[in-house]
């Protein structure tokens, strides 16, 4: 068995999917996107999640998955969520956080597919990923 590690560039078909990611940490950011780009994954960050919002709005083809911090000084990654499933329902997406464990929002009306701790290793971000879209 081959597991993905960050130096890993591809498994299977390649992982080519646009990726949202949202965090107001610019450096999680730049993590992110130096973990799932060399996998093949097209990646777009987004600092402020109305910003991330209105690119999802306004986008002909959506992001195959979103990556949103849950702690955000203007609006939660659950909130997004909703945000965008009122747009595309079935929309896919990964709450991250190291602030509140997933026993804190197990209650909250709208829920992510997928919940990762920070911080958390490459190995975990690829892992999860590539599971949630079928790879």
């Known amino acids: 068995m081959n597991n993905p590690t960050a130096d890993s560039p591809t ?18 950011l730049e993590l992110a996107s130096a973990i ?3 996998c093949g994954y097209r990646v777009k960050t987004f600092q402020a999640p109305e910003a991330a919002l209105q690119a999802f709005e306004a986008a002909q083809s959506p992001p195959a998955l979103i990556i949103t911090d849950y702690a955000m000084h203007t609006m939660n990654g659950l909130d997004l969520v909703a945000a965008c499933r009122r747009i595309r329902p079935a929309q896919k997406a990964l709450l991250l956080s190291g602030t509140v464990g997933l ?4 209650d909250a009306p709208v829920q992510a597919d997928r919940f ?14 590539r599971a949630m879209l079928g790879e």
């Open 11 to 28: 498994s299977g078909n390649g992982g080519s999917a646009l990726i949202y990611v949202v965090d107001d940490e610019p450096m999680l």
């Open 36 to 38: 799932l780009e060399p």
């Open 103 to 106: 026993d804190a929002i197990h």
């Open 116 to 129: 990762l701790a920070k911080p958390y290793q490459s190995r975990q971000l690829i892992e999860t990923v």
